[in-house]
């Protein structure tokens, strides 16, 4: 009768039945081994279970494989939304559902460039998200370099006129990324102030910190008031090459041909999981990732680990056998990549509710292991850090800051403020791969990714049972992000 | 008037009394601070030299920058072979001269492959080199995966008929790169073994060590007696993905589209330059390296080090004081990557003047720093090479085996009775960018170069006054190596 009662019970309750069955196992044999050994607490069990387990690889491997790359407002999008609801269903949640959003859609086309003189040859490059393509056959125009947007803001029009600029500013590597945020700006806005200045096109130096003859991709946004100019990314060995060109000859002329389009606007969707809380079930800790991706690569650092880390941080507590207090929210956000659009989207939807989160936070940085916890609470030294250094500690997790965004999608929610934390990865090797077709599965280390999913689990567990109080927090430093929303706010 | 006659004198001249100059002063410093000290040998300042000269890496930043790519049969190639002939008439030799060549000439054209069904996604593959094109539109098929080239000679027709075949064979890592060997059949023969079972199409697995998108194309050859069917190679991580897909989901179909076409052949040259020695002017030293590239990459590693390293060492000589006891002659061949076309004309053109080959050798094996000595003498233990191990071992070279063949190339030498020595380099990273695009000036270390430069240097000296008979030498092992001529006979 047990067996028959087993296999009929709600997924959920397996679990349970099964995590209290070997709870008592593990209860009786610790007893029978050392009486003076005192029962595990729930964080070292979930930092125990999450060590030891494959889920989070699991999902990790079947979306990057049978689904692959996810750019916005494509058909592979949609399939992305459906693979998210059947996942997180599931895992045992109360609900799931979806939550539509409209976004930009947009399609790459071919991306050729080539030296025309002094010495022909072939560049890679890949168009920038986005952008305008050029006319069949590219444009052919003499290039002038700036070491930046600062130094191509400064230079004279005269010098721009009729000339493909390059902006040739190199990314520092950094455990944290802190130097994405210095050179990201010649991506997001380079195009329209070269245009601004006459020039027919922009190439930058990828956004990056590899050498390897990949270009990263990634957001640009154009000056409604200014010319749309085509605008790609050239790998960081081709921008070597343009420059030593540059250098020897003094002038390059280079053609570049973009077969991007702008379509029409579609439907993407947030897709979100609900697990609520035993005694104050309107409360919720929000945990995020962002569902969509760049075309190139899978998307596995970019966010295919933050989707895995999350669920499988989830998963872990709703296969604990009591509920927390309050309730753990998933929110897989659509369109990040586009400009935080489902991210926006959610809070708009969620105006009314944004006091019932206790705190919010994601994991969009890629599957290092995490080494530092940043807050964003009213008290920098609020009991609850306390608790979660302390709780955190076997996993060598230190203290951080109080200025936490915790994460792009995040910070729009930190803007209208709430509460958040950052468990920061390390990045050291993010922007190697980051907007590039490396983005792949192989590059994700499974040991790293458990240590995450012990880390979000503890977390997850410390926080929706936590009794402090977090508001109101500080807004100062997160008004600087958002106007930067489409670097990866990290520090 | 000694100033005019200095800036009048032919280029050589002016070195050879700028070293006299500087000897002068270089023994006077020794006498004046310790009058014990002995002065250096010739081999210990030649290295000394090597070590502080940037002259291999200025001359690979030229070719890399204003060359680029070198495929042959190419305008790119008439361009490389220009150069060369620049190159070494810059360096001091007594002549330099060019030996036509007719090479293959081929186009590779678009290359394109996506997943049709289950898992819709576009994957990375490069045309192997002198493949036949698709249809446009490309060719859909599914897939039917074997571990090697030896386990697609075992399956039956009936599985394969209709399918495009996927070698999935990976090759591992070695300092020597020895596996290269045994996945490089894949690439080289697979196609017609695949196209006499019935396969419409052949992707491998990338012949290389690395896990990044890049495929790596190379030569592959047609049975002319069985049909010709495209062939491409699928990045590591592509070919990691098709497989799961294959585990999971048993049947996959994928579309594949190659712009490649023969084109007629062309006129290439080997470039030659010829230093006389003093005692045997007859005889000479004959180093060399490859001046064509694949057309992805700049052939930083392949092998635009290898005409840098013997160039840099060949001038190294002629900077001498005096002249050695025979030549040197450097050859820097046409098309060795289709097949050693270069070689085997240099080989058939000097026929009658191979016994005056003392021995031969040839750099190309990119640029990591020399560790081995391999031989081919007719004596194992020589004179020769005692001393040669002598004289290199400041730079840690150690003793390897009497089974050389000198580079690819230099097999086809070695198999017609030519002693031939290898100073073999640390390959450990060399598969990673082999015949990709990342083969760029970046993945050069200049202090690897200079080393090499060092042992050349040194190799040359010390070889071109050897009075050690180092004929016959043994055929054995050469052969098997003619008949794989297409890998790089490196052990």
Avoid: C
Wanted: proline share 4%.
């Amino acid at each position: 009768m047990i067996t028959v009662s087993v296999i009929n019970a709600p997924l959920k309750e397996v679990y349970v039945l099964r995590h209290i069955i070997l709870s008592f196992a593990f209860v009786a044999s610790i007893v029978n081994a050392n009486d003076t050994v005192e029962k595990k607490t729930i964080n070292e069990q979930l930092i125990e279970t999450a060590l030891t387990s494959r889920h989070a690889l699991d999902i990790l491997t079947d979306l990057t494989t049978n689904i692959g790359p996810r750019l916005p407002g494509t058909e592979a999008d949609l399939r992305t939304v459906a693979w998210a609801e059947n996942l997180l269903t599931s895992q045992g949640f109360d609900r799931v559902y979806k939550q539509p959003v409209r976004v930009p859609a947009w399609k790459r086309g071919i991306a050729n460039a080539s030296i025309v003189s002094p010495a022909p040859q072939a560049l890679i490059i890949s168009a920038l998200g986005h952008s305008v393509g050029t006319p069949e056959g590219g444009i052919t125009a003499p290039v002038v370099r700036v070491s930046s947007l600062a130094a191509l803001s400064e230079i004279s029009a005269r010098a721009v006129k009729g000339h493909i600029v390059f902006i040739d500013h190199k990314m520092e590597r950094h455990r944290a990324g802190k130097y994405y945020r210095e050179v990201v700006g010649g991506r997001s806005n380079g195009a329209s102030i070269a245009a601004t200045k006459g020039a027919v096109g922009l190439l930058i130096r990828s956004i990056g910190t590899d050498s390897d003859r990949f270009a990263h991709t990634g957001m640009m946004l154009y000056d409604v008031k200014k010319p749309r100019i085509p605008s790609a990314a050239l790998s960081a060995p081709d921008a070597d090459q343009l420059t030593r060109l540059l250098t020897q000859h003094g002038k390059v002329t280079l053609n570049f041909e973009l077969g991007s389009e702008h379509l029409e606007s579609a439907i993407s969707y947030n897709v979100i999981a609900e697990y609520d809380g035993a005694k104050f079930p309107e409360q919720y800790v929000l945990v995020g990732a962002h569902h969509d991706s760049w075309d190139e690569g899978t998307g596995a650092l970019d966010d295919g680990a933050g989707i895995a880390i999350v669920t499988a941080a989830a998963k872990q507590i709703i296969d604990l056998p009591d509920r927390p207090k309050r309730g753990v929210r998933v929110v897989l956000y659509a369109a990040e990549e586009l400009g935080l659009v489902g991210a926006k989207a959610y809070a708009r939807e969620n105006a009314d509710d944004l006091h019932n989160i206790y705190l919010a936070s994601e994991s969009d940085f890629g599957a290092g292991e995490i080494w530092k916890l940043d807050t964003r609470f009213s008290d920098a030294l609020s009991a609850l850090s306390k608790k979660l250094l302390k709780e955190l500690a076997p996993l060598n997790i230190e203290a951080g800051h109080n200025k936490a965004t915790g994460g792009p999608d995040t910070s729009v929610l930190v803007n209208k403020g709430v509460p958040a934390l950052t468990l920061l990865q390390d990045g050291t090797d993010y922007f190697d791969f980051h907007h590039t077709p490396n983005d792949t599965l192989d590059k994700v280390s499974p040991e790293a990714l458990k240590q995450n999913v012990a880390a979000w689990s503890v977390m997850l567990w410390t926080t929706t049972n936590s009794d402090a109080e977090l508001r109101p927090i500080s807004l100062k430093k997160t008004q600087r992000v958002e106007a930067k929303e489409l670097s990866t706010p990290q520090q």
